[in-house]
C-alpha cells in the first residue's frame, strides 16, 4: 500500500506487523505498536522534512516486556553502506527523536 503524505513526500508500507494485545508496552489507550510493522519513506530534496533525502525503511521490533523493555522503533537508511540505523522504545508520552537521523 503506498500513501502520499503531501509535507513528507510518500511512504509505502511492506509490512502491517501483529498486534500483541496481551503484552503490555505494545499497545496504550490510543496507540498499537504491531511488532514487525514495517515501510519504506522517500524524502525528496525539497521536502521540509527532519532528515536528508533518501529512502528510509521504518519497522517496530520487539523490544522485551514493558516496563524494562517494549516496542522499539527503527529508521534506517536504505540503500546506505553501512547503514546508520536509530533505535529507541517507544513509550506512552515519549515520541523518536529526528535528530538521531543526522548523517
Known amino acids: 500500500m503506498q500513501v502520499e503524505d503531501a509535507s513528507h513526500g510518500h511512504f509505502t508500507v511492506l509490512a502491517l506487523g501483529t498486534i500483541l494485545t496481551d503484552i503490555p ?3 496504550a489507550g490510543e496507540h498499537v505498536y504491531p511488532v514487525g510493522f514495517k ?3 522517500t524524502i525528496a ?3 521540509r522534512a527532519p532528515a536528508p533525502p533518501g529512502e528510509y525503511i521504518f519497522e517496530i521490533r520487539y523490544g522485551g516486556l514493558f516496563p524494562t523493555g517494549g516496542a ?3 529508521v534506517e ?3 546506505s553502506s ?3 540505523t536509530a533505535a529507541m522504545p517507544v513509550h506512552q508520552g ?3 527523536d529526528p535528530s538521531l537521523l543526522s548523517s
Open 45 to 47: 530534496p525539497q521536502d
Open 72 to 74: 522499539i522503533f527503527a
Open 82 to 84: 553501512p547503514s546508520p
Open 39 to 41: 515501510g519504506l519513506r
Open 77 to 79: 537508511k536504505y540503500g
Open 94 to 96: 515519549r515520541r523518536s
Open 25 to 27: 508496552g505494545y499497545h
